[in-house]
């Protein structure tokens, strides 16, 4: 898949954003006054900043709003729907912390619900992709969602936290590249079966379906070369899980809490530039590009 920026920015800092909107509907930190609406500034800019930066890739975006009128069959929609939702909460949450100094529980454990809930139906419009079969997993929602927690953690202030859910995030993006790997194999698509014509014996393509390139070929047939991947890889996890959980290590500054946060979005946005480069879509056998 070609990997828009746009997208790659809307996954990683929107669910850090909801990632610390989270623990700060759960009461973590317990702040209130200006300090509370510090956190909440943050955690705004990035899950709204996030969601805006999601329409940059379409073609018209003043149609997404559309999108909210399909909840019942688009993920799309309900990650839409529970975006709103989780804002207008929190937002009132936040509200009775930076003006009243009051922690309603109840409206901050439901925000904080529909925080989490943002970021899985967000996972779930690449899980549903069986025409990718690197996405077409469990893995993908807790990828997603361990990468959201984990952020949030951080910019919450919570080192221990920060650090369980950092090496959980880093184990199953392992898990995932290693299975995702053999995903198209193991899913039995092939040139036969993208075809159709596989009762007929072996299929082989004759010549290119055409000359030029078109809109699939350059969105769905982007390829990453095998040791670019491996060097990327290593540099991600080295950026999002090792580089933090050694700066967490050391005595506590400011200093060093901003390099943990800004080593670690960094890997996250290289983990997800791979995320999107490697997935194989099924129309590229039909281009002999798989």
């Not at 003043?62 to 804002?87: D, M, P, Y």
């Not at 030029?212 to 290593?234: C, D, M, P, W």
Request: proline share 4%.
């Amino acid at each position: 898949m070609h990997p828009a920026p746009s997208v790659i920015f809307f996954t990683v800092f929107s669910g850090i954003g909801f990632g610390l909107l989270f623990f700060l509907g759960l009461g973590i930190p317990a702040v209130t006054g200006w300090t509370a609406f510090a956190f909440f500034v943050i955690a705004y800019l990035c899950a709204v900043g996030g969601l805006i930066s999601s329409t940059f890739h379409l073609g018209h975006p003043e149609r997404a709003l559309k999108a909210f009128t399909q909840w019942r069959s688009s993920w799309l929609s309900r990650e839409g729907w529970c975006a709103v939702i989780a804002l207008i909460l929190m937002g009132l949450y936040g509200a009775g912390l930076v003006f009243f100094g009051q922690h309603w529980g109840l409206i901050g454990f439901l925000g904080s619900v529909f925080s989490v809930l943002t970021v899985f139906t967000t996972s779930m419009i690449y899980t549903q992709l069986k025409t990718i079969p690197r996405w077409n997993t469990p893995l993908t929602p807790a990828m997603f969602m361990s990468f959201s927690l984990s952020g949030g953690a951080l910019l919450a202030g919570q080192t221990t936290w920060a650090m369980v859910l950092i090496a959980i995030a880093a184990a199953i993006q392992i898990v995932l590249w290693m299975q995702g790997d053999g995903a198209l194999a193991g899913s039995g698509t092939d040139l036969a079966t993208a075809t159709g014509l596989g009762t007929g014996g072996s299929v082989r393509a004759f010549e290119p379906p055409h000359t030029g390139t078109n809109y699939l070929l350059k969105e769905f047939a982007y390829t990453v070369g095998r040791k670019h991947s491996q060097k990327l890889r290593i540099i991600s996890i080295g950026l999002f899980a090792v580089l933090p959980v050694v700066l967490l290590l050391l005595p506590f500054s400011h200093f060093i809490a901003l390099l943990a946060v800004a080593s670690h979005v960094a890997g996250a946005l290289a983990a997800r530039w791979l995320f999107f480069a490697e997935a194989e879509h099924v129309v590229g056998l039909y281009y002999g590009k798989r």
